[in-house]
Structure formats: C-alpha cells, structure tokens
C-alpha cells in the first residue's frame, strides 16, 4: 500500500481538527427556520476525496466519536443520543460510530471509481452527495436494527411501517443535507483539485 506522504498527513490533521471545530460548535450545524442541516458529512467526503478510502475511514471515525460524545453532552448534547446511551451505552456507540466510519470508507472508492470516469467536479459532487446519503441510510439503518424492538423507538414509530417511519424521520432535512453535501463538496473539491492539493499523484 502506498504511504501516506507528509503533505496527506497535514490535510488529514487539518480535516481532524476542522471536523471537531464543526462538531463542537454550530458551524457543523446549519439552522434555517425549522430545519437543522448536518455539515460534519463534507469533511468526510473532503477526506475521501483527497486521501482515498484510509482517509476517509479516519475522519469518519472521528465523525463517529464525536456523535457518540454527545451522547453523554460532550461537546453538545442529542436528545436521543442520551435516551439511547441510557438504554444500551455499548449500542449507542455502535449506532453512533459505525455508520459514519463505514461512509467514510467507502466514499473513498466511490470517488475512485467515479474519478476515472467522470469529470473531478462531477466526481467530487456526487461524492459529496453520496456522504449524506450514506450517512442517512446507515444511521437509520442502524437505529432501526438495534433499537427497534425498545420502547422509546416503538413510541417513535407509533405503529408506522419502518418506511414511513424512516421518510417521516429525517424528512426534508435530509434532502438539505444532500443538497448541501453535494454543492460544497463539488465546490471545495474542485477547488483543491486545481490548486494541486489533491488529484491523481505519481506511484511506484
């Protein structure tokens, strides 16, 4: 496997130390009106998308870890990171990490595989895309999977079908969070891509 070089090591350390900035303050949180539209996705996809699958793997980690603090109010608190880490602490932190690190893993091929494709802007568009998606899906997935038999989620789903449940859920901040995801992460991406700081690199 290639090494990480001296400059993917610096992008990284900056990726994890913007990551936790946005998770322990609102900028990784945008409020408008009634909508709360999560950012903490386009530093992971960033990370795919300039250090390949390892990279991406590590800022979902610390994506991961900091969701999980929260539910025990580091770093801000989550209403239902508490009542989960009250029912289950061991569960609450798979639900929290795993998901997010399993993005970051595979939003690194998935720019890989569209980076050979496509064009970088479009790539890093749909990666960006991909990171919300992703994290939606396993999020959900995840909560349903190992919470859903527990009382506090059977009074969420109110006797809904997990599809309604699900769509009712995340509703129309998700589709902000893809929207936004996409459009920075395209952006950004580009951006670094012409300023040589990410891009295809020399291997022997």
Partial sequence: MKKMSIRDFVILALLVGVLIL????????????????TLNVIPVAIAAIALGPVGGLI???VFGITSFLQC??????SAMGVALFAINPFLAF???FVPRALDGLLLGYIY????????TSVACAVTGFASAFLNTLF???????????????????????????VCGFVGINAVAEMAASTILTGAIG???NKAGLIGERKRK
């Fill in 22 to 37: 946005m998770s322990t303050t609102p900028l990784g949180y945008l409020n408008i009106g009634l909508l709360a539209i």
């Fill in 59 to 61: 800022i979902g980690c």
């Fill in 72 to 77: 025990i109010g580091i770093g801000g608190s």
């Fill in 94 to 96: 798979v639900q929290r």
């Fill in 112 to 119: 890989r595989f569209l980076k050979k494709r496509t064009h």
């Fill in 139 to 165: 999020f959900m997935a995840a909560l349903v999977l190992l919470f859903g038999n527990t009382e506090y989620m059977q009074e969420l789903i109110a006797g809904r079908n997990i599809i309604a449940f």
């Fill in 190 to 192: 580009t951006a670094l």
